[in-house]
């Protein structure tokens, strides 16, 4: 049995099928056109070039595309990159489908809808339950399916669900520790908070950013429709301005993307309810593919740091 792309080590020989994640052309120093690649299977993902690559190369090796893929795993800046021998379109007899291919939440959707149902059925507040459950209806599909990211954090199938339900669960332990905090307004936050990236993403499978992605993000985009979805349910209250803000501030800071700082005590807690499960879900799943007394890779957004895993964890 083949083993995933991420547990390569640098120096290996590869031979095997991947989906293409993401590709760009380029141009070297040389003038010489290139690709990069961005190849992924079930368990990780990882760069590679095509160099010198033809205008027939362009439109085979595309986004979305199953591929064979022959090379050598080496290192570049620090991170693993294939280096291509030869790479060619995977066909119809080989068998495949893309879905083995694709990463998934390691929980199941009934199960992630089940627990999202449940926070709503908490919420007392009557016009912050009915503008949450709005949208969950309105995505619900979409909502089991898309990834919370292109890269980085819950980049997975139901990686978005995903996301959503640890920080219910998160908050549901905090609301204990800290009972005056408005549990209601705190899981309407988190449930609607990244919704936006149903706009911002093109697909779950192999996403990318949209026009309305690249120009306008998704937080813009999330907090406008909550003003029209309370227009149309003629909800008129403190809550909608106040759930606008949960929203217009949970990246923390402008140069995280977020138009305003947390001002209300729920919003921050969001906020941090939202940074320690992302990046907790990124050393854990590096650390997965780490051996015991080994070193992960660097982690860019946890400003480049490598996470030591203790060789006592081992079980």
Excluded: C
């Excluded at 978005?160 to 899981?187: C, F, G, T, W």
């Excluded at 759930?243 to 140069?255: P, R, T």
């Excluded at 138009?259 to 969001?270: D, F, H, S, W």
């Amino acid at each position: 049995m083949k083993k995933g792309i991420a547990h390569y080590q640098v120096g290996e020989s590869f031979d095997h099928f991947l989906l293409i994640k993401l590709a760009a052309k380029g141009v070297a120093s040389n003038g010489r056109p290139f690709l990069t690649l961005l190849l992924k299977d079930a368990t990780g993902e990882i760069d590679a070039k095509l160099w010198e690559a033809s205008s027939e190369d362009e439109e085979l090796f595309q986004q979305g595309e199953l591929v064979k893929v022959a090379g050598e795993v080496g290192k570049f800046r620090n991170k693993p990159q294939l280096k291509i021998h030869n790479i060619r379109p995977a066909q119809t007899t080989d068998g495949l489908q893309i879905s083995d291919f694709i990463e998934k939440a390691p929980v199941n959707k009934e199960d992630l809808m089940d627990r999202l149902t449940e926070a709503i059925f908490e919420m007392k507040n009557p016009n912050l339950q009915r503008i949450t459950r709005h949208f969950v209806k309105k995505h619900q599909e979409d909502l089991l399916h898309y990834p919370a990211a292109v890269r980085n954090h819950h980049e997975y199938v139901s990686g978005l669900a995903h996301h959503i339900v640890s920080m219910l669960n998160l908050a549901r332990e905090l609301a204990k520790l800290y009972p005056d905090i408005n549990q209601d307004l705190l899981y309407a936050g988190i449930i609607l908070h990244d919704l936006g990236k149903l706009k911002e993403f093109t697909s779950p499978a192999a996403p990318s950013y949209t026009l309305e992605g690249k120009l306008i993000g998704h937080i813009p985009l999330m907090s406008e429709d909550i003003r029209i979805a309370a227009n149309e349910l003629q909800i008129d209250g403190e809550e909608v301005t106040i759930l606008q803000h949960m929203i217009l501030s949970h990246h923390g800071k402008a140069e995280w993307g977020s138009p305003k700082p947390p001002l209300v005590r729920e919003a921050e807690l969001l906020h941090q309810i939202d940074m320690l499960d992302a990046r907790m879900n990124m050393v854990n799943r590096a650390l997965n593919k780490t051996a015991p007394g080994e070193f992960t890779e660097k982690i860019f957004p946890m400003e480049q740091r490598k996470f030591y895993k203790p060789k006592f964890e081992e079980k």
